[in-house]
């Protein structure tokens, strides 16, 4: 085969943003017809990266070439243009808009001035079918669609823009198996009719199974570049976490655990999403809510934090039949329960104000009298959550803004310790965060558990499940289909019960 | 995130830089305006005009406290105009049935304010009705109501002598007790922003009311309570402008809807909630007064005061109340 | 099948809004003393039509998200500077004209150019604009007074054919000449995708800031469209501060009852026209019923209280706390 010339090559890229270098002097080719890989820890540059790739953001410093031709983007639209397009992370859909109206956005064909909404729909049904998303109507508005629908219609709204370079940022992240490995075989296609395709993804096995060539980087800087499949999955992690990675989880809880349970349900439904659950937690119990996104695990967490209305069935506290019918009363001391929720920047963090401020939310009552807040009090307790979380900060009253992701999800953890909660539920906490916070978080999880915390923890990362774990409750059309325990959690068995085979099938 | 103007920021003098760039620069234009003033007629400077200025400043003050709290949650209050002619009306009414009435004139006012607030807030925080538009909404029924009261006529009775003496007397020579109403009202604000666990859940809301939601704060509580405080602050402010005035008139509460939000805004408090102080809204009150004082000293005639006193608070905000690009 | 489906959850609101005017107007005709005729008809249009024009005005930048709370003074803007050069031949009359209309669509780049640049909030912005746009029509005129060419106007104003109200023949050519080819333009899209989601409308490389400006210059002009419209009813020009006032809080009444969302990205100027429609008619069942005038401000008052409450009933059906926020 002949030599093949890069399509895109950046030559020290640099970005600074106020007195922080995100990216540092990176140099990247990326090839035609190839799937690169990039990889490393939250706030190593990745996301800079493929900012200045996609024209969101300009570099500082640094050259890069399209095609053999200088290009600098000064806005999204242009790099699309270019040939560059981008899935982001965060969805880029409008929900108003309908699905074809979404997938045109960027240059909707036009007659006479006006949108050609014929000409609209047939490029919408194309994409979508290039997607494998043909279960989704070209009319249907995208606020009517879930999550993972939408995604798909993020990827074909990507196609529809015949990319020369195309950027997946964690695109995967919403969908289910099912929608990954169409989203694969896509991807495959694309490399085959000689797109460059660049993949960001926090799942391993996902890149050792499309990439053609790996990039790591970390604290801004490229690390190394490699052909995929020359290095094990451990030494991928060293190069990431610059440090050994070994043994990322504590060692579990020893013991069955007897007795009144801390939280339990008997029964629990809830308007078609929510179907017949039963479960019990223990004192010192760390329980898994496994299976596909979307399944009810997030419904189940909320419905027993008392956020949804309508519930039927019984929740009991320490034995008594109680359900807490908001936030403000579960917090109390006679539930003693806390939620960790889903997205950390709308729903656990004010990201404007101060450290201080936010750790304080969840626990006003407890720095007060009457009222009337106690600063001693307030600070000291600050200063101790601060600490038992190792929370990386210059001074308490920064805005929590400034602190990296996996930071920020330490701050949305300790304004609910200060609480000292007894019943502790999660929703996936470690999404998007990197290895070294991960470690920490699980290691938390241990200590809570060990001094007595019952903890309900959904994860969509099934090595999490496995290895942090006592029991894991796989989930399915609203319902627990299984129940594994001890070693019987495998990646096996989680895989085949969250897609409810092997069972008798429900729906 | 820290701030919207590193620019301006930046060319502060250091010992000022941890003040609020907006509350030192609403100062600094006082003092400009004092300056400019001064130029005019000598009399600007004069203690007598001060203190005069600080008691028409008083009766904004207190109406735009109670906006502030309401803008702080990420919302608004419209119907300023009519609850603060509603509280003065009221006040004057009851001081018709007698004795017992004139004793009560004030707190009826301030009660009939709070209801209107509860509305505002209940609608705003249970039914989840923008407030904006459920504050026109009341605006309007209040403003029906009180046609409906008077006949479409301005009504006859008139203040009662404990509001006038509230609004124009002064317990301590020189000073008009109308600022020190406004101080009380201001220190209790200071206090409840900063000190209390319901200030804290109101800078909370302002910021991301979900995220207070599920740390367990009882949102819809505190944003109706807020509603009622804004309420009741605007009634009271209707109280004093009849006491000032000696009676009540219609459509008196027109002219403090734009300043109170000014005066608020101005101040450096975000019009989408979460940020602001007590400070900035105290030079927005003072700044706004001082300005419409010039105006009408000067003798310009309405249209020019309206031109100069919208392009002022535009060119203002230009200054610093511009949000982040996006 | 599927696709009716599709379409009618596109438009529902609209539709909702028709219904309601359809409705409200039975009623009101049922009960008119002198019955269903085309005079009835030709008063009640004439009305409405003020108002129809400054709700589409405020639908154009609702649905961007924004809103402009000066539409009541541009109108009475328009109104005052009609009544000084709408007047003499019928060309002094057409460049007056022109004249007029473009003066409201400057006032509304103002507006857009401090909210869109200047990155001011609209609700600051048009409330501080408003009051210069007051200050500029008390300047024109301190008195009501003034005339305007009284051909146009009694034209503009009356039946055509002899049946059909004039001023919704111009209601609806406005909507063919201005709303259609925008709502389907590439900035119309636009607008509807900065009023739904801002940021996604950006990184997907939309015409944002064109299509914000270009709302907010339309609904100066529809504004203005509407003050002409004023004085071809009033024949003179009034600076009236509370009619500006009350223009601005019944185009917000209208948007509300015609559908459009005020969170912006959903609804259409067509159903804010039929929000103004019902509510005008609203206002008029006083009259029908012969009620004493001076309930009428409490009247609607009440009536805007429930037409903005009856959004609130959706909230019962919510069974996520979540989905409040």
């Known amino acids: ?49 493929i900012k200045i790739m996609s024209g969101a953001v300009a570099p500082d410093e640094g050259q890069m070439t399209l095609a053999g031709s200088n290009v600098s983007f000064t806005s999204p639209a242009a790099a699309n243009a270019a040939g560059i397009v981008c899935v982001f992370q965060e969805l880029s859909l409008i929900p108003d808009l309908s699905v074809a109206d979404n997938i045109v956005i960027s240059g909707p064909p036009t007659r006479g001035g006006m949108i050609d909404r014929k000409a609209q729909r047939k490029i919408a049904e194309q994409a979508l079918a290039d997607a494998g998303a043909t279960d989704v109507h070209p009319s249907a508005l995208v606020k009517d669609l879930p999550l993972s629908r939408r995604q798909m219609v993020e990827i074909a709204k990507a196609l529809a823009r015949k990319p020369r370079v195309l950027i997946l940022d964690e695109a995967t992240s919403a969908l289910t198996a099912a929608d990954v490995q169409q989203v694969f075989s896509v991807i495959k296609r694309l490399r085959q009719e000689g797109t460059a395709i660049i993949y960001i993804s926090h799942r391993m096995h996902e890149i050792a199974e499309l990439a053609d060539d790996c990039t ?23 190069l990431m976490i610059g440090r050994e990675y070994k043994n990322v989880f504590p060692p579990k809880g020893t013991g069955p655990h007897e007795g009144q349970a801390a939280i339990a349900c008997k029964g629990l439904s809830w308007a078609g999403r929510l179907n017949d659950i039963s479960l019990a937690i223990h004192p010192g119990e760390v329980i898994g809510l496994g299976g596909l996104d ?4 997030r419904e189940l967490l909320l419905a027993l934090f008392g956020v949804l209305r309508g519930v039927s069935g019984e929740i009991t506290i320490n034995g008594r039949p109680s359900a807490a019918s908001d936030p403000s009363e579960a917090r109390l001391p006679g539930f003693g329960m806390a939620l960790i929720p889903e997205d950390r920047k709308t729903e656990g963090l004010m990201l404007p104000m101060s450290i201080a401020d936010n750790l304080c ?6 720095i007060s009298s009457r009222g009337i807040i106690d600063r001693k009090v307030a600070e000291a307790r600050i200063g101790e959550m601060i600490e038992l979380l190792q929370i990386k900060v210059a001074s308490a009253d920064l805005p929590v803004s400034s602190l990296s992701g996996g930071n920020q999800q330490k701050v949305v953890i300790a304004k609910w310790l200060m609480n000292s909660p007894r019943i502790v539920l999660l929703n996936d906490p470690t999404r998007g965060i990197d290895v070294g916070t991960k470690q920490e978080i699980y290691l938390l999880l241990r200590k809570l558990a060990a001094s007595g915390v019952a903890i309900l923890f959904y994860s969509t990362d099934y090595d999490e499940l496995i290895g942090c774990c006592d029991r894991v409750l796989v989930m399915y059309g609203g319902a627990i289909v299984r129940e594994l325990a001890g070693d019987a959690i495998t990646e096996h068995a989680l895989v085949s019960s969250a897609l409810n085979i092997g069972e008798a099938a429900h729906t | 995130m820290t701030s919207d103007t590193p620019v301006l920021e930046r060319m502060m003098p250091r010992p000022l830089r941890r003040f609020d760039p907006a509350v030192v620069i609403a100062f600094c234009c006082i003092i400009l305006l004092l300056l400019v003033g001064a130029l005019y007629s000598s009399s600007f400077l004069s203690p007598t005009y001060l203190l005069q200025q600080l008691k028409v400043a008083s009766f904004l003050g207190v109406i735009a406290t109670g906006m502030m709290l309401v803008i702080l949650l990420g919302q608004i209050d419209l119907s300023v105009p009519w609850v603060v002619t509603t509280g003065a009306m009221m006040a004057c009414a009851a001081a018709s049935f007698g004795p017992m009435g004139s004793a009560l004139a004030i707190p009826f006012g301030i009660l009939c304010g709070a209801l209107i607030g509860l509305a505002n807030g209940f609608a705003t925080a249970y039914l989840r009705i923008p407030s904006m538009i459920i504050t026109l909404a009341t605006n309007a029924v209040a403003q029906g109501l009180m046609v409906v009261y008077t006949g479409g006529f301005s009504p006859q009775d008139s203040a009662t002598p404990a509001m006038r003496w509230l609004a124009t007397g002064e317990l301590i020579p020189a000073v008009p007790n109308g600022v020190l109403v406004w101080i009380v009202v201001g220190t209790g604000a200071v206090f409840l922003f900063n000190r209390t666990t319901f ?102 005639e309405e249209a020019g005061r309206q031109l100069i006193f919208g392009a002022v608070i535009i060119i203002m905000l230009l200054m610093y109340g511009r949000q982040k690009a996006a | 099948m599927n696709e009716w489906r599709y379409w009618l959850a596109e438009n529902k609101n609209t539709l909702i809004a028709v219904a309601l005017f359809v409705f409200m107007f039975a009623i009101y005709a049922s009960n008119h003393p002198a019955g269903f005729t085309p005079n009835v008809v030709q008063t009640a249009a004439n009305k409405a039509t003020l108002l129809a024009f400054v709700a589409m005005a405020q639908s154009l930048v609702i649905i961007t998200a924004g809103i402009d709370l000066s539409v009541g003074m541009i109108l009475v803007l328009a109104n005052c500077l009609a009544s000084w050069i709408v007047v003499g031949t019928a060309i002094e009359t057409t460049f007056g004209i022109i004249a007029v209309l473009a003066s409201g669509a400057f006032c509304g780049a103002v507006n857009g150019l401090i909210v869109i640049f200047g990155r001011l909030q609209p609700i600051v912005t048009t409330i501080a604009t408003g009051a210069m746009f007051y200050g500029l029509a008390l300047f024109l005129r301190p008195f009501p007074g003034g005339s305007v060419n009284e051909t146009v106007a009694d034209f503009m104003t009356s039946k055509a054919l002899g049946f059909f109200p004039m001023s919704f023949v111009a209601l609806a050519a406005v909507v063919l000449m201005v709303w259609v080819p925008y709502s389907r333009s590439v900035i119309g899209r636009a607008a509807y995708a900065a009023g739904s989601s801002e940021h996604a409308a950006y990184m997907s490389g939309m015409p944002v800031k064109m299509a914000k400006f270009t709302a907010y210059v339309l609904s100066g002009l529809l504004s203005a469209i509407g003050g002409l419209y004023l004085t071809f009813f009033s024949y003179t020009g009034e600076a009236a501060y509370a009619s500006g006032n009350t223009y601005t809080l019944f185009s917000i009444a209208a948007v509300v009852l015609g559908g459009v969302s005020l969170m912006g990205g959903r609804g259409s100027a067509v159903g804010a026209i039929f929000g103004a429609l019902a509510f005008r008619t609203i206002g008029d ?39 409040w926020f």
């Not at chain 1, 979307?294 to 695990?297: F, L, N, T």
């Open chain 1, 294 to 297: 979307g399944q009810g695990q």
């Open chain 3, 285 to 323: 069942l006083l009259f029908v019923f012969d009620f004493d005038p001076l309930w009428q401000p409490l009247f609607q008052g009440v009536v805007l209280l429930l037409a903005v409450s009856i959004s609130a009933f959706g909230l019962f059906r919510v069974r996520n706390k979540l989905e």
């Open chain 2, 199 to 300: 200030g804290r859940s109101v800078y909370g809301i302002g910021n991301r009311e979900r995220a207070a939601f599920l740390s367990g704060i009882n949102t819809r509580r505190i944003v109706m309570l807020s509603f009622v405080i804004s309420g009741a602050l605007s009634a009271f402010g209707g109280v004093l402008l009849a006491g000032y005035a000696s009676k009540a008139a219609q459509s008196m509460g027109d002219a403090y809807l734009l300043p109170a939000i000014a005066a608020v805004v101005l101040g450096g408090t975000h019009v989408l909630g979460g940020r602001g102080s007590y400070g900035g809204t105290v030079a927005g009150v003072i700044l706004i007064t001082l300005l419409q004082s010039i105006l009408s000293v000067m003798q310009i």
């Open chain 1, 361 to 366: 939310f969840a626990a006003l009552d407890r």
């Open chain 1, 216 to 238: 790591v980087f970390r604290n801004g800087r490229k690390i190394a570049t490699y052909k995929a499949g020359s290095k094990t999955d451990n030494e991928v992690v060293e």
């Open chain 1, 1 to 49: 085969m002949a030599e093949i010339a890069p399509i895109l090559t950046m030559k020290g890229i640099t970005k600074r943003y106020g007195g922080v270098v995100a990216l540092r002097d990176a140099d990247l080719e990326i090839m035609p017809g190839r799937i690169h890989a990039v990889l490393g820890e939250n706030g190593a540059g990745k996301s800079t990266l």
